[in-house]
């Protein structure tokens, strides 16, 4: 039947200030998620059916969310709070429709989004009798029937659960209180043991007692037998229960603990379990705390281990880590060897295995070539060309672009015939991924376990994208490799074809009695040439404004008389042939008419990137001295007006006519300077 439900007014029963001293005391406001609670939260969503559930903790300003589901925020402004109507109430605060309430019916988070409607919430109370803030469900419904007996029942219960963990973050700090508490509790009622009980069963954590100086188990919840191996553990000593975790340290971190008195805590700690001495071991990580418990007299007695199995977040930092690391060092390499190589470090480091490698697949042959690969101790080398049909049928899987997992050759129907040449190269378990191209198998990645071993999820999804990356990246070294070969080709013929216009250009006007002009015109295309060149050297890309101005005005320098100066700098291949032909005809008319017509004339080029209105502009100096006065032309030709166009062809070019000599400034806009 469904339970009776009451809306309660918030009374405000104790002291405000001393119950913000408990709560700041135990240290959990602003802190990272924890397993523990966030499980809480979920089971609440879970028995009592709503999209929302909360663990609040209710500051005088705001109330903050230390595990929450279902909703988007981590905290909220004081005034809007429901939970806060719970302080200093011992029972549940039901509000079937949250529109209805006069506590409520104002709030935004019911007039607005997420239009909250129905609110359930069980107070964290602690043994002072302190409420530190509420465990709650919320729908975005009403309830008129409100929560069920065994749902109101749950809900309190995972509130004294939620207690208890809080409790429990304090045992290092205030360790004998709290023993003091839990045999309290016990002397008090025997139901209240049971429930302990329940809750030491059932916590998502992994718990344990030791007692005496031998460390003999008295007390394991479940958790702790699932990551020891479910052993035999009750009323042996850990040494003996235990042989593994023993010879790696374990044993005299207790003892140490159990002389000294003193806590300890551990954080991702690695732990080889191996729970059959015949079967190789599984790394875990945990994060434990181990508490000296003491009697009376404080004497220490035993200790009390507690913690939480974190293999799976360790593993995955590092997979996260090494894709990382994976994907820097391929953007420098460019050798097929090298980068498969850097892909099997990753996945080395990130999965591990013993034997680790890609080859190229020979569909026709049902072959693969395989060149480099990476073993261990355990391994053994597969380099070299392999028969697919040698060691199983699983090729048609390949075929088909499935991933072949195999955690047993010898029992799956795939291998189980040929397990025996399998094991002989050190696979008793494998996996292999296929890389498909236009979908034809063309390239497997593998790794070879020498024991049998179960290949996760997210194992293979990390193979998978390191496949991917090192196959696009191989892809990109034989694109570049096939462009660069294309660049040469073009290169040459275009220089070829410059070559045969020159030719053209000097035989067609071998007869025009202008010389001057047919000189200026096939040194115009021996400019073009040169910028060709510095084009070519960066694939036609961009090229160094130096080295642009520097190859142009090579033939022009006599004798160290042309002075370049400005920063590094790439410019596109527009704004290359463009300067080309700038600075060859300024440098034309210097060695005609300027300061490059005499001895100890000098001229000197300097650039700067400077700050424009809207965006950084080049600004170039062109500066001659030591030579004629400068004069104005009286015409204008061609070298005139190609000189006024500027550095890209828009203009922005001053010209001085000084007597010390010609002086032009000129400017572009940077970003159209290195435009493609």
């Not at 939970?83 to 607005?112: F, M, W, Y």
């Not at 072959?367 to 697919?388: E, P, R």
């Not at 004629?628 to 204008?636: H, L």
């Amino acid at each position: 039947m469904p339970r009776k439900q009451w809306v309660t007014d918030s009374v405000n029963v104790t002291d405000e200030s001393e119950r913000l001293d408990a709560l700041r005391a135990r240290d959990l406001l602003d802190t990272t998620p924890e397993l523990g609670f966030d499980d809480i939260v979920r089971l609440a969503k879970r028995l009592c059916h709503t999209p929302v559930a909360l663990i609040s903790l209710i500051e005088s300003e705001r109330q903050w969310f230390k595990a929450r589901v279902g909703f988007d925020f981590s905290e909220t402004p004081i005034g809007q709070s429901i939970c806060k109507h719970a302080i200093g109430q011992p029972d549940l605060l039901i509000i079937p429709d949250l529109t209805l309430d006069p506590r409520t019916c104002s709030n935004l988070l019911v007039l607005e989004e997420p239009h909250l409607r129905f609110y359930a919430g069980a107070p964290l109370i602690t043994s002072e009798g302190l409420t530190l803030g509420m465990i709650c469900v919320i729908d975005h419904v009403a309830r008129p029937a409100g929560l069920t007996d065994d749902q109101a029942d749950d809900l309190k219960a995972l509130a004294r659960q939620v207690i208890s963990l809080l409790e429990m973050r304090r045992i290092i700090a205030d360790r004998d209180t709290l023993l003091d508490q839990a045999e309290r509790h016990r002397r008090h009622s025997e139901h209240e043991q049971v429930e302990l009980a329940a809750m030491f069963d059932q916590a998502p954590s992994f718990m344990a007692t030791l007692k005496g100086p031998d460390h003999v188990f008295d007390l394991v919840n479940p958790a702790y037998c699932r990551l020891v191996g479910s052993r035999q553990l009750i009323g042996k000593c850990f040494a003996e229960a235990l042989p593994d975790a023993a010879r790696q340290g374990y044993g005299r971190m207790l003892d140490e603990a159990y002389r000294s008195g003193a806590p300890f805590v551990q954080r991702g700690a690695h732990y080889a379990v191996q729970s059959d001495p015949d079967a190789p071991p599984e790394d875990r990580f945990v994060d434990f705390v181990c508490q000296p418990t003491r009697d009376e007299q404080g004497a220490v007695t035993g200790l009390f281990l507690e913690g939480s199995d974190v293999t799976e977040h360790v593993l995955q930092t590092r997979r996260v880590a090494a894709l990382a690391d994976l994907g820097e060092t391929l953007r420098d390499l460019n050798d097929a060897d090298e980068i498969t190589k850097a892909a099997m470090a990753c996945l080395a480091k990130a999965i591990g295995g013993n034997c680790i490698g890609s080859g190229k697949v020979d569909l026709d042959r049902e072959k693969i070539d395989v060149a480099v690969d990476w073993y261990d101790a355990h391994g053994a080398s597969v380099v070299g060309s392999h028969n697919f049909r040698s060691f199983g049928s699983y090729i048609e899987d390949l075929k088909r672009g499935e991933t072949v997992v195999i955690s047993d050759v010898q029992n799956d129907p795939r291998t189980a015939s040929e397990a025996d040449r399998l094991e002989t190269i050190h696979a008793r378990a494998l996996l292999n991924l296929p890389i498909m191209v236009r979908g034809v198998l063309d390239t497997v990645i593998f790794i070879l376990n020498a024991h049998a071993r179960e290949w996760t999820s997210e194992e293979i999804h990390l193979v998978r994208q390191v496949g991917d990356r090192a196959h696009a990246a191989i892809a990109r070294v034989l694109a570049e490799h096939e462009q660069h070969i294309l660049n040469e080709e073009l290169s040459h013929r275009m220089k070829n074809t410059l070559a045969i216009v020159q030719a053209i250009t000097s035989q067609t006007l071998r007869e025009v009695p202008e010389r001057d002009a047919v000189t200026a015109l096939t040194r115009r295309i021996g400019a073009l040439s040169r910028a060709h060149d510095a084009l070519l050297k960066t694939r036609w890309v961009s090229a160094d404004l130096a080295d642009v101005a520097r190859s142009t005005l090579s033939t022009f320098d006599q004798a160290g008389s042309i002075h370049l100066q400005g920063p590094n700098l790439k410019i596109g291949p527009r704004a290359t042939l463009s300067l080309s032909l700038l600075l060859h005809e300024m440098a034309t008319n210097a060695i005609k008419y300027g300061a490059l017509s005499v001895p100890d004339g000098q001229v000197s080029i300097t650039w700067t990137i400077e700050p424009g209105a809207d965006e950084d502009v080049l600004s170039m100096v062109w500066t001659e001295t030591g030579g004629p006065p400068a004069s104005q032309p009286s015409g204008k030709g061609f070298g005139s007006r190609l000189i006024s166009m500027g550095l890209i062809g828009t203009g922005d070019v001053e010209l001085r006519y000084d007597p010390s000599g010609l002086t032009a400034f000129m400017q572009a806009p940077l970003s159209q300077m290195q435009q493609p």
